[in-house]
């Protein structure tokens, strides 16, 4: 599905064949664009389809912005950070992550699960070992 | 802008010989002696989000325009002509474009242009097209693709009674005229809206976009033919909503 030519020389070896990405930001939603960014460059490397790519973007933005809503309240001295691990697969692409917050995993919306539901394949949000982590995977057309 | 009174006499001479000649090398002149108040006039609107570079070429091109349109013969002074020409092409360049964070004027061009890009090649495939393929026939790279992507996020919040997003091959009409009048999916829409009374409170247009991506799980190219529009356009409504829905839930509720 992907062209020849253009693209040979912007891939570097080896992304392709399931590298992780990982990417850590301050947990603050203006960083939410490098999130995007990032899933988005994935995704189109995979040959994902603009609609996919936008499906991806869109939802863990969604996710994401949720959870970010929480840490703002949780005042501590040391700015917290959101970590993200972007995995591809042959076809999909799993992004897990934690935003630094801690506690019971909180309840999403009935329009926000409404709008993963519909972009994603996959998605939740959990508390492991007391850390917030939240997992969404995106499968490719084939 | 004070000028020395030789100055002001130089440029009216110049301004008099370029109403009769029309040469392009003396309004090229013009224009350079006139910097000063294009600048002048586009620093007046910084701070609202646009790049300053990009006022002034803004700002520019009002000053080219007063320098084809003034009439040596009314008698007025120049920067009392061309002040309200530029400042007119500053407010209507905020009023056409929208776009409410710094988005370079090439990313903005872009943009704009995917959304042709991306609709030709979904014809012609059948299919969303993927990333690189929308890259090579836009003759840009992939990073920039992404970029443009991005770039909707940025457009402002306009009323849907605001022209539609120049991006569609048609002439800009209103938002509001290219809502399908008697779709079904609007009955439906509503009936949705117990599930959350925030949606009610989006444009119409939006609100069917909504629904039709999250609760019949229309793809956008769907989407965009469906409501004759661009898929850009599409992409760009949905990502406004979202942010409209996430600011309204904020102001209602405090979050947990």
Redesign the interface.
Known sequence: ???E???QE?RPEGLDTGGDVRLTVPAAPEYL?LV??TA??L??RL?????????L??AV??LC?HLL??V??ELTGEPRRMALVYSAGPDSITITGRTGATGDA??P???SE??L???VDEHEVSSIDGMITFRLKKQR?P | MAFEATDRHELRAKLEEYAQTGDKGLRDEIVASQLGLAEYLARRFKNRGEPIEDLIQVALLGLLKAVERFDPGRGLEFSTFATPTIVGELKRHFRDKGWAVRVPRRVQELHLRMGTVVNNLSQELGRSPTIPEIAQRAEVSVDEVLEAMEAGRAYRFSSIDAPAGDDDDRAPSPAAAQLGEDDTGLEEVEQRMLLSPLIASLPKREQMIIHLRFFRGMTQSEIAARLGISQMHVSRLLARSLTQLRDRAGAEAAPS
Do not use: C, K, N
């Open positions: 599905m992907v062209g030519g253009r693209e912007e664009r995007r960014l988005a460059g995704a189109s040959g994902f389809t603009f609609d996919e790519v936008e499906d973007r869109i933005d969604e912005f809503g929480d703002d309240d909180p309840e919306s009935d329009l409404q709008i539901d519909a972009l057309e």
